[in-house]
């Protein structure tokens, strides 16, 4: 574990301190993942400063439409997934982690394609706050589970029988959302936490239609944490 400062101390919001930090670790002429959520957006805010500043060259590819539309605002070369065999670098958040380095992600929607491009990278970092640091994975946020709409019912009661709660996640037009790969998700709650996680991401797949789950088991190997005070802790797996 160490702690490591921003550049700049006027920063305090800790979202904004742990993406600009991570963004840090990438080198001219790395292949980099960008993830996807509000903490990762200044990642990005701080890699096309470092282009502009520095003269770093990079590619990237995103696993969102949301986050590929930001990378082209503000500059940032794209490329496809199968122009790539391996991903030097992905940056990308997290609903919460535990001290295993085990993630939930899935919030905003777009966790297939984070855990494409985590699967296919040498390094992870993962940018978040503090508070979504936790003991036990599903205590404090639902596990989303992608799933291609024919068999969201199928999906639904194996997740019941694991010992979830689920719910269809709804978009802003109170119709089911739609994902980035025209699926649907599922959010399942665990009363007591996901005691398994390991036990619950085989049993998921084995369910036919169940796309993937947000579950990220093995892929992270470290945490930036953001903090009020401006500093960022970072813990190494």
Do not use: W
Request: charged share 25%; hydrophobic share 45%.
């Amino acid at each position: 574990m160490s702690t490591q400062s921003p550049n700049e101390s006027t920063l305090q919001n800790p979202k904004e301190v742990a993406g600009r930090a991570a963004a840090q670790l990438v080198k001219s002429g790395m292949t980099v993942g960008l993830g996807t959520g509000s903490t990762v957006y200044f990642t990005l805010v701080a890699l096309a400063e470092r282009m502009r500043d520095e003269g770093l060259e990079l590619r990237c590819i995103p696993t969102s439409v949301d986050t590929e539309v930001k990378a082209r605002e503000m500059g940032i070369p794209l490329v496809g997934l199968h122009e790539v065999d391996r991903i030097d670098l992905t940056i990308d958040g997290a609903d919460e982690a535990d001290h295993g380095f085990r993630l939930t992600k899935g919030g905003g929607g777009a966790l297939l394609r984070e855990k494409v491009v985590a699967f296919m990278s040498a390094r992870m970092a993962v940018v978040m706050t503090p508070n979504k640091l936790v003991e036990r994975l599903g205590k404090t946020f639902a596990l989303p589970v992608e799933v291609v709409p024919f068999a969201a019912s199928l999906v639904e009661r194996r997740l019941i029988e694991l010992g979830a709660e689920v719910q269809l996640r709804m978009g802003a037009s109170d119709e089911a959302y739609v994902t980035d790969n025209s699926n649907h998700i599922l959010d399942a709650t665990f009363a007591q936490g996901i005691e398994d996680p390991i036990a619950i991401e085989k049993a998921l797949a084995e369910v036919p239609g169940m796309v993937e789950s947000g579950l990220f088991i093995g892929l992270a190997t470290e945490i930036y944490m953001g903090k009020p005070d401006g500093t960022c802790e970072i813990l190494t797996r």
